[in-house]
């Protein structure tokens, strides 16, 4: 396998005011997720809140019994903070790990993941992921899910 490696191009040479930020996402200094989640309105939706050379981070709300299509990364481990709701998520090798607000869940490059809101109400959850985040679709060994979509995206 191939060994990746990403390009810094733009570098900070001392201390800076922060001129990059934008006013809205990405890369706001401050996001609101009361807002985003007013703005985005019902489920299923995702918002990127923070993206550059090192990481991509999204907002992400499910309907109950909504989630994501399984798959799996080559070269990067995700990891996501719950903000709301009830999910499940369902793992290579038999393993379920449940999640509720304010958990945080870290799946290692390689593992199947398949993300499940079993609760009741919209789930939230931020997603941190490395560019450029290819995903890998694999069916879900535990439940089966599978679909028609690519075989590979990027996020
Ligand atoms: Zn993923």
Same mark, same amino acid.
Request: proline share 8%; net charge negative; with cysteine.
């Given at each position: 396998?191939?060994?990746?490696? @990403?390009?810094?191009? !733009? =570098?900070?040479?001392?201390?800076?005011?922060?001129?990059? %930020?934008?006013?809205?996402a &990405?890369?706001?200094?401050?996001?609101r997720v009361a807002e985003v989640v007013a703005q985005m309105g019902k489920p299923p939706w995702s918002k990127?809140? @923070?993206?550059?050379? !090192? =990481?991509?981070?999204?907002l992400i709300a499910s309907p109950p %019994?909504g989630?994501?299509? &399984?798959?799996?990364?080559?070269?990067?481990?995700?990891?996501?903070?719950?903000?709301a709701?009830?999910?499940?998520?369902?793992?290579?090798?038999?393993?379920?790990?449940?999640?509720?607000?304010?958990?945080?869940?870290?799946?290692?490059?390689?593992?199947?993941?398949?993300?499940?809101?079993?609760?009741?109400e919209m789930s939230l959850?931020?997603?941190?992921?490395?560019?450029?985040?290819?995903?890998?679709?694999?069916?879900?060994?535990?439940?089966?899910?599978?679909?028609?979509?690519?075989?590979?995206?990027?996020?």
């Open positions: 396998m191939d060994s990746v490696s @990403i390009v810094i191009s !733009r =570098q900070a040479t001392g201390p800076t005011p922060p001129s990059t %930020a934008n006013a809205m &990405p890369n706001a200094l401050r996001t990127r809140i @923070i993206a550059d050379e !090192r =990481q991509l981070v999204t %019994a989630g994501n299509r &399984p798959h799996w990364h080559r070269e990067f481990d995700e990891w996501w903070v719950v903000l709701g009830q999910l499940q998520w369902e793992l290579t090798g038999n393993i379920v790990v449940q999640a509720a607000k304010d958990d945080i869940v870290w799946v290692p490059r390689g593992a199947v993941h398949h993300i499940v809101n079993v609760g009741t959850r931020l997603a941190v992921a490395m560019p450029p985040a290819n995903h890998y679709f694999s069916p879900c060994e535990q439940c089966g899910y599978t679909d028609d979509g690519p075989r590979e995206w990027c996020a």
